[in-house]
Nanobody, 126 residues
């Protein structure tokens, strides 16, 4: 059974940093792409960043490029999202998700991920 456990959210002031973690189990990590998604109140869920665990290819939504960095530790079956220079508009519930497909398809393909973890709240105060 695919399981994804997200953690690391919290309350931070604008300009601050947080690191989210997504611990994965129940599948061959290298065969999957894992992504971070977020949903703010009243808005649709959007793909933020995705990574192919096998080759390390990464993708970012334009609004976080240069501020967020996704990485994976294949030995720990864990994907991280380092978020720097946080803005109030980054406030959302962040979810990690996975699928055995290309990272870009996980983030922005028509069918998206196959499995989802629970969300972790990120709140950025102004």
């Amino acid at each position: 059974e695919v399981q994804l456990q997200a953690s690391g959210g919290g309350l931070v002031q604008a300009g601050g940093s947080l690191r989210l973690s997504c611990a994965a189990s129940g599948f061959t990590f290298d065969d999957y792409a894992i992504g971070w998604f977020r949903q703010a109140p009243g808005k649709e869920r959007e793909g933020v960043s995705c990574i192919s665990s096998g080759d390390g290819r990464t993708y970012y939504v334009d609004s976080v490029k240069g501020r967020f960095t996704i990485s994976s530790d294949n030995a720990k079956n864990t994907v991280y999202l380092q978020m720097n220079s946080l803005k109030p508009e980054d406030t959302a519930v962040y979810y990690c998700a996975a699928a055995p497909k290309a990272a870009s398809a996980v983030c922005w393909g028509p069918n998206g991920p196959d499995a989802w973890g629970q969300g972790t709240q990120v709140t950025v105060s102004s």
